[in-house]
């Protein structure tokens, strides 16, 4: 008996390769697009989380600027007043160690003030509130003053300071003088931080009179670089003290300003260096120089002191001015910070300076009668101190007495010269008061006041309506500048 199997035939390779083949390519697709939807899904998340954060991080920023601004006025104006009791009480008689004790007490008030000062600087940049002037002022005399506020300090470290101002650039700019300044002593003020031999040389150009020299950037730094010999013949550097300084003009080698020298006829663009022989900057700290409140490391602060926040205010305003800053430095050998800054030409006459730089004198006031009109006894009493020292008659009455106030006003003010300190609308509604008694009367009203606790759209308001009484508003510590304005 026989049995027969039918076998078939089977499958052949190449199609189970196939078919394996296309199951492979199903599966990946299948995960690429999966791996695309959830990517695209995570990617959507993080961009909310994303801009969730940046809301949050600008609320804080807000915030921040609005603390500072607000807590460093209420540290100033009391400090305010200590210095000014301190300045009085300068000018009684005191034995020599007393004096002592006072100016080692201003010194530390002012230090105190100008750190004050520089955070609120900061704040209102962040927050947009600062504006420069536009007035003229004398270039060489803000040089010269700048170079005498530290010039019993390079005395004591021996160090030579020196200033060049170059004779193409004008002696009067229209322009931000008080900036400028603060701009030139903080850079000068690091320089003599950081420095304790050698030199510390500011320059001033115009930018269009480094262009017509060719703008030869390597002639002349290889001119700096040249090295000299002593009667000793000891190695010396062509520089202001003999040391080697950094290759000083290669931080203007770059800036825009001189690429595009050709602006407004009546533009004066300014370049200027100021360069030492310092420590100079290692590589790893010269890309946060300018980060507010960052030093080149955690023993700088320790050592020289310093919150690190002058170079990025120093920065942010010669932005401000339409100008460009830049450094180099070299470790151990010292820093030349450069800087352009873009000021209007004056056409008018330089005795328009007068009632900016001139000092006051007792005859500029003589005759003058003044009623301070001011709740807080420190800055009343200190401004009725300096009214006194330039020879105005001056009476006191406290903001909350309005009957007393009147009756004081009647029988006091009798000239043209009214100081009052007041606040906000409470001021208005005085002034609108006292000009009903003196319609006749030629009276000038000069109010201390502040706006920082104001929104924008009401300190314009109150603003323009104080412009609209002709009062003036200031809120100057220096007596000096304060009453230089009404001689």
């Not at 083949?21 to 695209?40: D, E, F, K, P």
């Not at 009062?471 to 304005?485: A, G, M, Q, S, Y």
């Amino acid at each position: 008996m026989h049995c027969r199997f039918k076998h078939e035939p089977s499958l052949p390779w190449s199609a189970i390769i196939i078919s394996t083949a296309v199951a492979i390519i199903v599966l990946l697709v299948g995960h690429i697009i999966y791996a695309t939807l959830n990517s695209l899904e995570k990617a959507e998340h993080d961009y909310r989380v994303m801009r969730e954060l940046k809301g949050q991080a600008e609320a804080a920023d807000i915030a921040k600027s609005q603390f500072l601004a607000t807590v460093s006025h209420e540290i100033r104006t009391p400090m305010n007043g200590v210095l000014g009791m301190l300045q009085m009480l300068m000018d009684t008689e005191l034995d020599t160690t007393q004096q002592d004790f006072v100016v080692t007490a201003q010194e530390s008030g002012k230090v105190l003030i100008n750190l004050i000062n520089e955070v609120l600087d900061l704040a209102k940049i962040e927050s947009g509130r600062i504006e420069l002037e536009a007035v003229p002022f004398d270039v060489r005399d803000i040089l010269d003053n700048v170079i005498s506020l530290f010039y019993d300090k390079s005395q004591a470290k021996g160090i030579e300071l020196a200033v060049l101002v170059s004779d193409q650039v004008p002696d009067v700019l229209i322009g931000d003088p008080w900036r400028f300044r603060q701009i030139i002593t903080n850079l000068v003020g690091n320089s003599m931080k950081f420095t304790e031999q050698g030199h510390i040389f500011v320059q001033v150009h115009l930018v269009k009179e480094l262009n017509r020299k060719g703008n030869n950037f390597c002639d002349v730094s290889a001119h700096n670089r040249e090295i000299l010999y002593d009667s000793d013949n000891s190695m010396l550097w062509n520089t202001l003290s003999g040391l080697e300084v950094a290759d000083s003009w290669r931080s203007l080698e770059n800036f825009t300003m001189f690429k595009n020298s050709n602006g407004e006829t009546d533009t004066i663009r300014l370049a200027v260096r100021v360069e030492d022989t310092g420590i100079g900057i290692t590589k790893d700290a010269q890309m946060r120089i300018f980060t507010p409140f960052m030093q080149a490391d955690s023993s700088t602060s320790r050592t020289y002191g310093g919150t690190g926040i002058g170079l990025s205010i120093t920065k942010r305003l010669v932005e401000l001015m339409g100008g460009e800053i830049g450094f180099t430095s070299k470790s151990g050998v010292g820093s030349t910070f450069s800087f352009t800054a873009i000021f209007k030409e004056n056409r008018g006459c330089p005795g328009d300076m007068k009632r900016y730089y001139s000092e006051p004198t007792p005859l500029d006031f003589q005759g003058m009668r003044a009623l301070i009109i001011d709740g807080r006894s420190a800055r009343a009493e200190v401004t009725m101190y300096h009214l006194r020292r330039l020879g105005i008659q001056c009476s006191l009455v406290a903001t909350s007495e309005s009957e007393s106030a009147s009756s004081a006003l009647m029988k006091a003010c009798t000239s043209r010269f009214i100081s009052l300190c007041s606040l906000l609308f409470d001021l208005l509604l005085q002034v609108l008061e006292i000009r009903s008694y003196f319609v006749q009367i030629n009276v000038t009203f000069l109010a201390f006041i502040n706006f920082c606790h104001l929104n924008t759209w009401l300190c314009y308001i109150f603003f323009s309506w104080l412009c609209a009484i002709s009062l003036n508003i200031f809120h100057i510590v220096d007596p000096k500048t304060r009453f230089r304005n009404f001689s």
